[in-house]
């Protein structure tokens, strides 16, 4: 039985939501990274937001992009990285 695991996770930080703390945000980010380590992670946040996101995480797969977003812009970053991972 094949087993597929996602190449690129997109995270919508939301203050109503699960992800309100930069604890909160690390541990999710850790638990996928314990999972797939080579999964590309895209943490969607307003500018106030990006302090949620870890210091130790800013240059391994992780980018942050700022609310409101355009929609081609965020859609040209999700094939960058795709084209990224099949060099890998």
């Not at 039985?1 to 909160?24: E, F």
């Not at 969607?44 to 942050?64: A, C, H, I, K």
Request: glycine share 2%.
């Amino acid at each position: 039985m094949l087993q597929y695991y996602p190449r690129i996770i997109i995270i919508d930080i939301n203050n109503r939501g699960i992800i309100h703390t930069k604890d909160s945000l690390t541990d999710i980010i850790t638990e996928i990274k314990d999972y797939e380590p080579q999964v590309k992670i895209i943490v969607l946040g307003t500018f106030y937001e990006r302090d949620l996101v870890p210091n130790n995480y800013e240059n391994s797969n992780l980018q942050f992009i700022e609310k409101p977003w355009n929609n081609e812009s965020l859609i040209n970053l999700v094939k960058e990285n795709l084209i990224s991972l099949e060099r890998i």
